[in-house]
């Protein structure tokens, strides 16, 4: 019974640890994943790590893990770049979807946001979109100092160029959207790893 009790628990991490990186989507520190994860020690996690990358390294499967000594990431594998570069041009080419301008909204009325916050909102992973909208130059990223390893996002000084204001505070009705927004409406981090 033992057996099949661990056997259990550790599909249980291996399901978390894979929802954790692919709602992340970018790099995350092992530091954190301990914590998220609720695991007590090092080994712990890095034989969840190792088993994790192993399931992946398979025949049949898009994703891999990338790991280093700090940090770990869900990434597609490398025989995958001509057919997601050729997609990704496709996309640039074509006009902005609902989704990227959702997303875009929320950037230009919360940012500087996090893409935690930004999926919150969402509802779903915004990875994707969030790559586009940077490749086209109308986001930026930078350093969220609070959250070590943490991306802020925010309208970029050519998206306020194109649509003609000077700053954010001149987007319609910027202030009535701003009284809307609830201090406590943001995720906590506690329920959504995203944030932290």
């Keep these: 019974m033992d ?6 628990k550790l599909e249980q991490k291996l399901a978390e640890l894979e929802a954790l990186l692919f709602i992340y989507g970018e790099q995350f520190s092992r530091k954190k994943a301990e914590k998220v994860l609720e695991i007590n020690n090092k ?3 890095d034989s969840l790590i190792e088993e994790f990358g192993r399931r992946l390294s398979v025949e049949g499967r898009g994703l891999s893990l990338l790991t280093d000594n700090e940090k770990i990431q869900l990434v597609t ?8 570069e050729s997609f990704v041009k496709a996309e ?3 006009d902005l979807t609902p989704a990227s301008l ?10 500087p946001i996090s893409r ?17 909208l940077s490749l086209r130059g109308l986001i930026e990223k930078s350093s969220d100092k609070d959250q070590q390893g943490g991306y802020l ?5 050519d998206l306020l160029k194109h649509l003609g204001i000077n700053r954010k505070e001149e987007l319609p009705e910027y202030e009535k959207f701003k009284s809307l927004i609830k201090p406590d409406d943001s995720p906590k981090p506690k329920t959504f790893p995203g944030a932290i």
């Design 3 to 8: 057996t099949i009790e661990n056997a259990k």
């Design 43 to 45: 080994e712990e996690l």
């Design 77 to 84: 594998k490398p025989q995958f770049g001509k057919l997601l």
């Design 92 to 94: 640039l080419s074509d």
């Design 102 to 111: 959702e997303t875009l909204s929320i950037i230009l009325y919360l940012g």
């Design 116 to 132: 935690g916050e930004i999926d919150y909102r969402r509802g779903v992973n915004s990875s994707f979109t969030l790559r586009n």
């Design 153 to 157: 996002y925010q309208a970029s000084f």
